[in-house]
């Protein structure tokens, strides 16, 4: 799977952004995409994830803030960001999981990087307090 990141800007503080993955060439109908972010210094962490049902997963320092939703017909998956904050910083990454629900049938979580087999190459989102 080919999966290319757009939308990362400078925001100031209380803004809104949104983040597109243009997907292609998946192989199952089992697939899960999410977006994983990292901040300097820190390890990557798990935001949100929508799988091909239409189901969506949060991290809590997310919910209600970020809504994650999917065109399917345009093979792409957005991240709308709304009240963000500074510690939103980070490079935002998306990637793909092939085998999702098998996944989660043996407990793996939805933030499980290590069952995600292909990633985007990241954008930038910085916010400026």
């Known amino acids: 799977v080919q999966l290319v990141e757009s939308g990362g800007a400078l925001v100031q503080a209380g803004g809104s952004l949104r983040l597109s993955c243009a997907a292609s060439?998946?192989?199952?109908?089992?697939?899960?995409i999410a977006w994983f972010r990292q901040a300097p210094g820190k390890a990557r962490e798990g935001v949100s994830a929508i799988t091909i049902n239409g189901n969506t997963y949060y991290a809590d320092s997310v919910k209600g803030r970020f809504t994650i939703s999917s065109d399917n017909a345009k093979n792409t998956v957005y991240l709308e960001m709304h009240s963000v904050k500074p510690e939103d910083t980070a490079v935002y990454y998306c990637a793909a999981d092939p085998r999702f629900t098998y996944h989660a049938s043996y407990g793996s979580p939805w933030y499980a990087q290590w069952e995600y087999d292909d990633w985007g190459q990241g954008t930038q989102v910085t916010v400026s307090s």
């Open positions: 060439g998946f192989t199952t109908d089992d697939w899960a």
